[in-house]
């Protein structure tokens, strides 16, 4: 299915032609913006009401066929694929932070909540440094619905390099009866949650984690090595680098059950997570979970990736237009298709990640990081979007690890080489222990399953409606053959959930809505799992 990587001296020249590739066509945009800006423009009369201009300049103005149109009051003037300038771009390169420091100002901005830091009796070990940089209070004000502490945490695993960064929420003096953890989609981080962790830890009896993906965020990057040699052996070894290291520290966090909400690439690997761990889910919630529907030309490697997908959208649109609704009341969002763009295509064949690009820049890597920062958070203010452009940098800077795994899981345009479709009706149906002489299978009795997705998302609403038709059909299948005793454990559902005004990061485009949806999913899950430990 995939070639073995080329060699470092064959990558760094691909990347050396791609950046300049796209930075030709960003010179060309800047140049015919510039051409195009200093065309004469008549301005409006005053005297003409509401500043609506007279017939015969409306006449003239359809005459001029290169004429751009002048853009919304409410938004910026569009400043081509790479908006930071050159210079702005040294110099953040020169005074970036450390990722681990971009981390903690994106925490800054979470209200009410608290570092919890251990006291000692050593009076220097509370001098703040870049090692221990000491208490970060998100707000100076008293907690409405605390007190409750944070805590950021790197927990290593077994072999050389491997290690989980961990943030996590709990309720001060309050007895722990469920888990959220929330994992992140690719090549992003848990910092992105920062507009969730305060409203959904106001449910009691709940402590929340969020975690980076081995290889990912700021967890550590081992090299990434592919040793099989069967194209459905690569998958499933891509599948483990990840969900095996989550499953470690779940052991070593002592959770017996949890609930899991995966975002994009984290929905896809919390799918093949519940399917070789069985038995320690109560809920699994998929936030716009990529690799959903089925395409032949993505599960079939010897055939040619397919023409057109709408994962450009993820580097082209607007966020701002994402937060906004374009949907008619009750209709359900269209499916979007376009062509993406050939370099997108090149870079995913050669199996070069795109954050190669930001670290070959160089001084220009905020250059080409900004490509991506400043339409993902043009909805945000300037100080929340200045320090997201930052965190995000410093995550794309590292050295490449888990970012590998991508073509091995999807092919271009964000298909899934094995599509969740074709073994989502099998999670919450595991065997947990096989059967002995003596005593039977324990088996999986279902657990809810939520779809989520944005209303103007460029992750196909359709995957998610199809899954929930398919749950639906083996649900009805199982109960038609099961026992008395069986249908009254049976507990498994499925439902698909519409954001409005948000796109694929659903979860910070509307964090109102989103948080809103989660914390009644939350409160369902504590009442159905509370009688049970109270009763077990």
Same mark, same amino acid.
């Given at each position: 299915?995939?070639?073995?990587?080329?060699?470092?001296?064959?990558?760094?020249?691909?990347?050396?032609?791609?950046?300049? $590739?796209?930075?030709?066509?960003?010179?060309?945009?800047?140049?015919? @913006?510039?051409? *195009?800006?200093? &065309?004469?423009?008549?301005p409006i009369p005053s005297s003409v009401p509401g500043g609506r201009p007279p017939k015969s300049m409306l006449a003239s103005r359809r005459n001029r066929e290169q004429a751009p149109e002048a853009p919304p009051a409410n938004k910026p003037?569009?400043?081509?694929?790479?908006?930071l300038g050159y210079k702005e771009a040294v110099y953040q390169w020169w005074n970036s932070v450390t990722p681990t420091v971009a981390e903690r100002n994106v925490i800054s901005h979470i209200p009410y909540l608290r570092e919890a830091i251990a006291s000692t009796t050593n009076p220097s070990t509370e001098v703040p440094?870049?090692?221990?940089?000491?208490?970060?209070?998100?707000?100076?004000?008293?907690?409405?619905?605390?007190? $409750?502490?944070?805590?950021?945490?790197?927990v290593p695993l077994s072999? @050389?390099?491997? *290690?989980?960064? &961990?943030?996590?929420?709990?309720?001060?003096?309050?007895?722990?009866?469920?888990?959220?953890?929330?994992?992140?989609?690719?090549?992003?981080?848990?910092?992105?949650?920062?507009?969730?962790?305060?409203?959904?830890?106001?449910?009691k009896g709940w402590k929340l984690y969020a975690l980076d993906w081995l290889g990912m965020g700021n967890s550590t990057r081992p090299p990434f090595r592919i040793c099989a040699k069967d194209p459905a052996a690569k998958i499933t070894e891509a599948e483990n680098w990840f969900i095996d290291a989550l499953e470690e520290w779940r052991k070593i966090r002592k959770i017996e059950k949890f609930t899991l909400l995966g975002h994009s690439l984290g929905g896809y690997l919390g799918v093949s997570y519940a399917l070789k761990y069985p038995g320690h889910l109560n809920k699994?919630?998929?936030a716009s979970p990529v690799g959903v529907p089925e395409d032949p030309y993505a599960v079939n490697a010897e055939m040619p990736e397919p023409t057109e997908s709408s994962f450009q959208d993820e580097f082209t649109v607007d966020q701002q237009s994402t937060t906004e609704s374009h949907a008619k009341p009750g209709s359900q969002p269209e499916p979007k298709k376009r062509p993406y763009p050939p370099w997108l295509v090149w870079l995913w064949d050669a199996n070069v990640s795109p954050f190669s690009i930001v670290r070959l820049a160089g001084p220009l890597g905020p250059r080409f990081a900004s490509g991506w920062t400043s339409r993902r958070f043009n909805h945000l203010?300037?100080?929340?979007?200045?320090?997201?452009?930052?965190?995000?940098?410093?995550?794309?800077?590292?050295?490449?690890?888990?970012?590998?795994?991508l073509p091995y899981l999807l092919a271009p345009g964000a298909h899934a080489r094995r599509p969740v479709i074709n073994r989502i009706h099998r999670v919450g149906r595991q065997v947990i222990t096989p059967a002995t002489e003596t005593a039977p299978a324990v088996k999986e009795n279902g657990y809810p399953i939520i779809f989520m997705y944005g209303e103007n998302d460029w992750?196909?609403?359709?995957?998610?409606?199809?899954?929930?038709?398919?749950?639906k059909q083996a649900r009805a299948k199982l109960l038609a053959q099961a026992t008395e005793e069986?249908?009254?454990?049976?507990?498994?559902?499925?439902?698909?959930?519409?954001?409005?005004?948000?796109g694929h990061h659903l979860y910070l485009d509307n964090p109102d809505d989103f948080n809103k949806f989660i914390r009644k999913e939350m409160d369902e899950t504590r009442k159905q799992t509370v009688p049970e430990r109270y009763q077990s």
């Open positions: 299915m995939l070639k073995c990587p080329p060699s470092a001296v064959a990558q760094s020249r691909k990347l050396v032609s791609t950046v300049a $590739r796209i930075q030709h066509v960003d010179n060309t945009n800047s140049s015919h @913006k510039t051409s *195009a800006s200093t &065309e004469e423009y008549t003037p569009s400043m081509g694929m790479f908006p440094s870049a090692e221990h940089p000491g208490e970060t209070r998100t707000s100076g004000n008293i907690d409405p619905h605390g007190p $409750r502490v944070w805590k950021s945490t790197m072999g @050389k390099n491997r *290690a989980l960064n &961990e943030f996590s929420v709990e309720r001060v003096n309050e007895d722990v009866d469920n888990t959220l953890v929330m994992l992140h989609g690719y090549g992003a981080g848990l910092g992105f949650y920062y507009k969730n962790f305060e409203n959904l830890s106001r449910s699994l919630i998929l203010t300037p100080e929340e979007k200045q320090t997201l452009h930052d965190y995000a940098y410093s995550i794309f800077r590292q050295r490449g690890s888990g970012e590998y795994a992750m196909d609403v359709a995957g998610g409606l199809a899954a929930e038709e398919k749950l069986e249908k009254q454990k049976e507990n498994g559902s499925v439902k698909v959930v519409i954001v409005e005004k948000a």
